[in-house]
């Protein structure tokens, strides 16, 4: 028996997110590739005020550049509730970093939270890492969503599971 298959872009060169996705999408009549597989792209501008529309910008302008593929775009970040949602849409730059080396950047943006959030008491810390996803296909939008995790932020670092404010 034949079987059909569709073509889905996760608009990412992180390699790990990449391959979290087609695992998950085993057996399921997707492949997913990412933009590596198709040569050299120019970056798609992230400059929105909210994870929402920087998704749905992205999903848009890739989508656009491969040809009316079906385009699955992210944002996300981390939103602290004493910082008035800061980092937010900033998170992945939050602090004033030369490097582009992540665990730089990552150790810098960390840095940075616990200060701004030092002498804050642990209850009122709360905070959440939320994640907005866009599928668009040419020049419509398929799908939008979002979700959030609730929490806490910790007084120190913790953590090595790959996201910049473990």
């Given at each position: 028996?034949?079987?059909?298959?569709?073509?889905?872009?996760?608009?990412?060169?992180?390699?790990?997110?990449?391959?979290?996705?087609?695992?998950m999408?085993?057996?399921?009549?997707?492949?997913v590739?990412?933009?590596?597989?198709?040569?050299?792209?120019?970056?798609?501008?992230?400059?929105?005020?909210?994870?929402?529309e920087?998704?749905?910008r992205?999903?848009?302008?890739?989508?656009?550049?491969?040809?009316?593929?079906?385009?699955?775009?992210?944002d996300?970040?981390?939103?602290?509730?004493?910082?008035?949602?800061?980092?937010?849409?900033?998170?992945?730059r939050?602090?004033p970093?030369?490097?582009?080396?992540?665990?730089?950047?990552?150790?810098?943006?960390?840095?940075?939270?616990?200060?701004?959030?030092?002498?804050?008491?642990?209850?009122?810390r709360?905070?959440r890492f939320?994640?907005?996803?866009?599928?668009?296909?040419?020049d419509?939008?398929l799908?939008e969503?979002?979700?959030?995790?609730?929490?806490?932020?910790?007084?120190e670092?913790?953590?090595?599971?790959?996201?910049?404010y473990?």
């Open positions: 028996m034949k079987q059909n298959f569709h073509e889905l872009v996760l608009a990412t060169t992180n390699l790990g997110k990449l391959k979290e996705l087609q695992q999408l085993i057996g399921r009549g997707v492949v590739r990412g933009l590596a597989d198709f040569g050299a792209l120019p970056a798609a501008p992230e400059n929105a005020d909210t994870f929402k920087n998704a749905r992205k999903a848009l302008y890739y989508t656009r550049r491969l040809g009316d593929k079906t385009v699955l775009a992210d996300s970040g981390l939103e602290v509730d004493a910082l008035n949602g800061a980092p937010g849409v900033h998170s992945a939050f602090a970093c030369d490097s582009e080396n992540r665990a730089r950047r990552d150790a810098a943006n960390n840095t940075l939270l616990l200060q701004r959030l030092s002498g804050i008491p642990h209850e009122k709360t905070a939320r994640c907005c996803l866009c599928i668009c296909r040419a419509d939008v799908a969503f979002t979700g959030a995790v609730e929490g806490i932020i910790a007084n670092p913790r953590g090595e599971n790959g996201f910049g473990d």
